[in-house]
C-alpha cells in the first residue's frame, strides 16, 4: 500500500462537459443515435483515489505454452499437458471445484497464415488463484528465476515509451521463460525423465491496477514479491 499511494490534498473536480446533454424525451433527439466523443478514453483515465479499499493486489496468474507440433498431431499436447499440471497442482476441470477452472487446452479461433485453423489445439492455458498462485510465484521467485543463467529481470520499456498506451494502463505484468525453465520447478526436477520435452511458457500478473500508471503500480505490487526488474 505503501509503495502505490498517491497523495491527492483535495477531492477532485467533476469531469468537464465535452458535450450537450442527451434528452431521449426531446423529440428532435428521441430516434437518433447518440455516439461517444473523444475515442477512447481507456488511456487518460486517472487512477481511483487511493483508499484501503482499492490497494493493488494480484488477482490471478494466467500461465500459457504453445505446442506448434500439436498442429499436426493433438497427441503432441499431452506432454505440456502433464508438465503444466505438474508444476501448477490443478488438473482438468480442476478437479469438480467450480470456483477454478484448471488446466485449459487452448484452440485457434481462427485462419492465421494457413497453419492455425479454428478449433485446432495449438497450447494449454491456466489460470492460478488464491493459495495455489501464491504457492507458484513462491517457487517461482525461490527456486527457478536465480537458476536461470541469462534472466537478469524483466525488462522494462524505455523512459520514452508512452504511458497512454492499452498496455500501459492494462494493470498486467507479462514475461517469458525459454523451456529451460520448465526443468528447474521442483515438481518436474524430481522426475524429469517422465516428460519427453521442455516446454517455454509466457505468464501473466493479473492485478486489480486500473487507470494512468496501472502497469508501473503492478510492477511495484511484484517487486515486492521478489520479482526483479531491470532496465536496459
Known amino acids: 500500500m505503501y509503495m502505490t499511494y498517491i497523495h491527492?490534498?483535495?477531492?477532485?473536480?467533476?469531469?468537464?462537459?465535452?458535450?450537450?446533454?442527451?434528452?431521449?424525451?426531446?423529440?428532435y433527439t428521441k430516434n437518433r443515435y447518440n455516439p461517444p466523443v473523444g475515442g477512447?478514453?481507456?488511456?487518460?483515465?486517472?487512477?481511483?483515489?487511493?483508499?484501503?479499499?482499492?490497494v493493488v493486489r494480484l488477482e490471478k496468474i494466467s500461465i500459457h505454452t504453445m505446442v506448434?507440433?500439436?498442429?499436426?498431431n493433438r497427441s503432441n499436447l499431452l506432454g505440456a499437458i502433464m508438465?503444466?499440471?505438474?508444476?501448477?497442482?490443478?488438473?482438468y476441470k480442476?478437479?469438480?471445484?467450480?470456483?477454478?477452472?484448471?488446466?485449459?487446452i487452448v484452440k485457434g479461433k481462427k485462419a492465421v497464415g494457413g497453419w492455425i485453423r479454428p478449433g485446432i489445439p495449438v497450447g494449454v492455458k491456466v489460470d492460478l488463484k488464491g493459495q495455489s498462485m501464491y504457492d507458484f510465484l513462491s517457487t517461482l521467485v525461490e527456486f527457478v528465476l536465480?537458476?536461470?543463467?541469462?534472466?537478469?529481470?524483466?525488462?522494462?520499456?524505455?523512459?520514452?515509451?508512452?504511458?497512454?498506451?492499452p498496455s500501459a494502463v492494462s494493470g498486467v505484468v507479462s514475461f517469458g521463460l525459454p523451456p529451460n525453465a520448465m526443468g528447474f520447478f521442483p515438481q518436474v526436477e524430481v522426475n524429469v525423465d517422465a516428460y519427453p520435452k521442455q516446454y517455454g511458457m509466457h505468464i501473466h500478473f493479473i492485478t486489480n491496477a486500473t487507470g494512468l500508471g496501472a502497469q508501473n503500480r503492478a510492477r511495484a505490487l511484484l517487486s515486492g514479491f521478489q520479482i526483479p526488474f531491470v532496465r536496459k
Open 94 to 104: 480442476a478437479g469438480g471445484r467450480h470456483a477454478v477452472e484448471g488446466v485449459q
Open 40 to 54: 477512447s478514453q481507456l488511456g487518460k483515465k486517472l487512477p481511483p483515489p487511493s483508499s484501503p479499499e482499492n
Open 146 to 165: 536465480p537458476r536461470l543463467r541469462d534472466f537478469h529481470g524483466v525488462v522494462l520499456p524505455p523512459q520514452s515509451s508512452s504511458v497512454n498506451s
Open 8 to 27: 491527492e490534498p483535495g477531492p477532485r473536480p467533476p469531469p468537464r462537459d465535452i458535450r450537450l446533454t442527451f434528452d431521449p424525451s426531446d423529440p
Open 83 to 91: 508438465a503444466v499440471r505438474a508444476l501448477t497442482g490443478e488438473s
Open 68 to 72: 506448434k507440433d500439436a498442429i499436426a
